[in-house]
């Protein structure tokens, strides 16, 4: 079994957190495009209902 010595964990930590940040950017962007498309949506509609 290895262990992560403090040497190693230099250049893993930072890794890691880019990682983890480029996950959370896309999970941060992958709602803010949901909603942005369910308001699009939702204005479309309403703007259909009124031009009938």
Same mark, same amino acid.
């Given at each position: 079994m290895t262990l992560i010595d403090k040497y190693?964990? !230099?250049?893993?930590?930072?890794s890691v957190l880019i990682i983890a940040g480029c !996950?959370?950017?896309v999970a941060v962007g992958i709602g803010?495009? $949901?909603?942005?498309?369910? $308001?699009?949506?939702?204005?479309a509609l309403s703007a259909?209902?009124?031009?009938?």
């Open positions: 190693s964990l !230099v250049s893993f930590a930072p !996950v959370a950017f803010f495009l $949901r909603k942005n498309i369910a $308001r699009d949506a939702a204005a259909e209902g009124q031009a009938k």
